[in-house]
């Protein structure tokens, strides 16, 4: 029988497993060492499984206890948001906030601007999504995003509402041995290997970005774009912010591409894309404060 089963049963499991002891998950719960005793004891009959081996020094979980354990943290979790959710209606205050974010977009402006809203509203759960070129935009428009960031000044949709939200600095670059590499007139790049990021959706299909002719790899993040690039294999454009540094160690070098802005540097427009309507309460409206200021709150302009 699972009728008399109680979240503060879980919550004794949880804390023994983390604390290590019942003695020190007394202490974490404020309880007396047995009455957490009595706990688990109470729990292991009711389930009709050992949780604990209690042979040793300190208490071990069985394997049926390991198994176990992850449900009580999953079940824990649930009543905390069903808690958080009943809070957002009496409060107005929403129990949680999505949001899709441009890889291109410096991810310390993004942390600043969700930092922002954390200190405002602790108790709201929020979930940030990775999602290059027309990703944000499916994202909101089909997924239930609240949010999204773009970098890309190609897409257009009525569905939603696009709002300046700064720019992204991209420069173009490749290892130091690479062929385009040491020039100083604008270099033609349409016989060379571009390393592009590939769209997850069809929002962007038949959009050329960049310069280049039909020599180009699609990878799907830009921690493998610059990987490449370090290694030799072929060129592209990449947000400032991610190769600073290799380029003051020598490891990447700029290009000036034919047709890819002045010296090889380019800006991009950063997006903030909603759905129109009103936002569902305080903490959103306080994001998208705090996300169109990206600009004005970084010492670089997102650039």
Not at 10 to 28: C, E, K, M, P, T
């Amino acid at each position: 029988m699972l009728d008399g089963l109680t979240l503060d049963q879980l919550r004794v499991l949880v804390a023994i497993a983390d604390a290590g002891s019942f003695r020190a998950a007394a202490a974490r719960l404020g309880r007396a060492q047995s009455a957490i005793s009595h706990a688990v004891a109470s729990l292991e009959s009711q389930l009709a499984v050992t949780l604990f081996d209690r042979r040793g020094y300190r208490p071990v979980l069985t394997a049926e206890g390991r198994t176990l354990l992850g449900d009580a943290r999953r079940v824990l979790a649930q009543a905390e948001g069903i808690k958080a959710r009943a809070r957002s209606f009496r409060t107005g205050i929403e129990s949680s906030l999505d949001i899709a974010v441009d890889p291109f977009v410096p991810s310390d402006r993004v942390a600043a601007a969700l930092g922002r809203v954390h200190g405002t509203f602790p108790e709201v759960a929020i979930r940030v999504r990775t999602a290059a070129l027309g990703g944000p935009l499916v994202a909101v428009r089909d997924r239930g995003s609240l949010f999204g960031l773009s970098v890309s000044d190609e897409i257009r949709d009525d569905a939603v509402i696009m709002e300046a939200a700064g720019e992204v600095t991209l420069l173009a670059v490749a290892a130091p041995d690479h062929p385009l590499a040491g020039r100083e007139a604008p270099a033609d790049v349409g016989d060379q290997l571009n390393i592009l990021i590939a769209d997850p959706t069809e929002v962007t299909a038949g959009i050329a970005y960049g310069a280049g002719g039909s020599r180009a790899w699609r990878v799907d993040d830009l921690e493998t774009k610059r990987a490449l690039l370090l290694a030799g294999v072929g060129w592209g454009n990449m947000p400032a912010h991610l190769v600073a540094a290799d380029i003051a160690g020598g490891r990447l070098v700029r290009l000036a591409p034919r047709g890819i802005g002045k010296g090889g540097l380019t800006r991009m427009p950063v997006y903030l894309i909603r759905r129109s309507g009103p936002l569902p309460g305080p903490a959103a409206s306080l994001l998208r404060e705090a996300l169109l200021r990206l600009d004005q709150d970084s010492s670089d302009g997102l650039a």
